[in-house]
C-alpha cells in the first residue's frame, strides 16, 4: 500500500502563487506516475497535471503554461507549482499515484486551495 499526504493548500489573491507537496509513503516503489487533479464544488474530478518518472508531464489545458508539475523521488514527493491563479483554480487538489505493478490508484486526503477575486 501507499499513503499520500498533501499540503499547502490555503486561501490566495488572483494573481498569486501556491506551491502544493505530496508525500508518499509506504511500499513507493510500486509507483510510476503521479499527478494532481481537483475537484470544484458540484464538478467532477478533473486531472491538471501528471508526470512519469521526473521528466514526462503532462498538463490540462486551463492550467497550461501556468502550473508546473515536478517530482523528487529522493524526497518521494511531488510538487504543483501553481502561478497566476484564477478564482476559478478554487478547488480540492488531490494528489494521485498509479501502482504500476497492480494498475490500482492511491489517492491523498486532499488540500483545499481557494482564490479570491
Known amino acids: 500500500q501507499v499513503q499520500l499526504a498533501e499540503s499547502g493548500g490555503t486561501l490566495v489573491q488572483a494573481g498569486g502563487s501556491l506551491n502544493l507537496s505530496c508525500v508518499a509513503s509506504g511500499e513507493t516503489r510500486r509507483v510510476n506516475a503521479m499527478g494532481w487533479y481537483r475537484q470544484a464544488p458540484d464538478k467532477q474530478r478533473e486531472r491538471v497535471a501528471a508526470?512519469?518518472?521526473?521528466?514526462?508531464?503532462n498538463y490540462a489545458p486551463s492550467v497550461r503554461g501556468r502550473f508546473v508539475i515536478s517530482r523528487d523521488p529522493a524526497k518521494n514527493t511531488v510538487y504543483l507549482q501553481m502561478n497566476r491563479l484564477e478564482p476559478g483554480d478554487t478547488a480540492v487538489y488531490y494528489c494521485h499515484a498509479v501502482d504500476f505493478t497492480t494498475g490500482g490508484d492511491y489517492w491523498g486526503q486532499g488540500t483545499q486551495v481557494t482564490v479570491s477575486s
Open positions: 508526470i512519469s518518472g521526473t521528466t514526462i508531464t
